[in-house]
């Protein structure tokens, strides 16, 4: 996997176990709000008061609500 897979995947990975508030931006400028549910190579779940999976390719800018505290994964470790 590539380092900058393994980055975006860590930022999204912890704010989805740290249930942090988001708001996501679109290329067109909606702005969606909610918390990541889950998400994978494509898309991301985004559970407000209802499920949203939103294309990554559709995605300008993820803005967290609070600060985020990024810790390196170390090679191979998995959930």
Partial sequence: MSKGQNLQDNFLNTLRK??????????????LQGK??????????LKNTV???VYKHAISTIVPGKAVKMVPEAEGEEE
């Fill in 18 to 31: 740290e249930h942090t508030p988001v708001s996501i931006f679109l290329v067109n400028g909606i702005k």
């Fill in 36 to 45: 990541v549910d889950s998400f994978d190579q494509y898309v991301i779940m």
């Fill in 51 to 53: 499920s949203q999976m």
